[in-house]
T-cell receptor
Framework: GQNIDQPTEMTATEGAIVQINCTYQ??????LFWYQQHAGEAPTFLSY??LDGLEEKGRFSSFLSRSKGYSYLLLKELQMKDSASYLC??????????WGAGTKLIIKP | DTAVSQTPKYLVTQMGNDKSIKCEQN?????MYWYKQDSKKFLKIMFS???????INETVPNRFSPKSPDKAHLNLHINSLELGDSAVYFC??????????????FGPGTRLLVL
């Protein structure tokens, strides 16, 4: 079967750095996405990785290792508004997006 | 000038009723999607249309019927609603068919509660 694993919940402090991990087992791989979803709102796109390595975009970076079936989202200089769920999604061999359940990130002052 | 809009935002109804959810995107995208997000927060693809043609049809009960009158609209009709249909339904759109790194833009969601 296809599986995306993320921690259910993480807590971090304002101003700190947090790394949210995602491991996947899918039938084929055609890219990995990270989305942010605030409570009661729609998911919004954060990043896309299809090749191994680190993609940096402001305070957010995303890393991919295809051989390990592993990605992480790194959030720096955390702000209270970063409190949200972070969804990892992988595009499989049929180009369908398989979604993880998301990691709820709680930021404390 | 909302990019992807859905109506209604909230829908409370009785078991057995038939209801529709509408979705419109003004981004000029060719592909639209319906997702269901259950209480465990898993997002599951239900349908995808590209230029009004069905391209993804996951295993959902045939009580769910999508309809795309044009590429800017994708509506979802649900017959004989059941308690298990209670969830948040998200519409999304992307420029290209699912084939690469296209970003999907989500609507605000429709919170359906079946009593």
């Amino acid at each position: 079967g296809q599986n995306i694993d993320q921690p259910t919940e993480m807590t971090a402090t304002e101003g700190a750095i947090v790394q949210i991990n995602c491991t996947y087992q899918t039938s084929g791989f055609n890219g990995l996405f990270w989305y942010q979803q605030h409570a009661g709102e729609a998911p919004t796109f954060l990043s896309y990785n299809v090749l191994d390595g680190l993609e940096e975009k402001g305070r957010f970076s995303s890393f991919l290792s295809r051989s390990k079936g592993y990605s992480y989202l790194l959030l720096k200089e955390l702000q209270m508004k970063d409190s949200a769920s972070y969804l990892c999604a992988v595009k499989d061999s049929n180009y369908q997006l398989i979604w993880g359940a998301g990691t709820k990130l709680i930021i404390k002052p | 000038d909302t990019a992807v809009s859905q109506t209604p935002k909230y829908l409370v109804t009785q078991m057995g009723n038939d209801k529709s959810i509408k979705c419109e995107q003004n981004l000029g995208h060719d592909t639209m999607y319906w997702y269901k997000q259950d209480s465990k927060k898993f997002l599951k693809i239900m349908f995808s249309y590209n230029n009004k043609e069905l391209i993804i049809n996951e295993t959902v009960p045939n009580r769910f019927s999508p309809k795309s009158p044009d590429k800017a609209h994708l509506n979802l009709h649900i017959n004989s609603l059941e308690l298990g249909d209670s969830a948040v339904y998200f519409c999304a759109s992307s420029q290209d068919p699912p084939g690469g790194g296209e970003t999907q833009y989500f609507g605000p969601g429709t919170r359906l509660l079946v009593l």
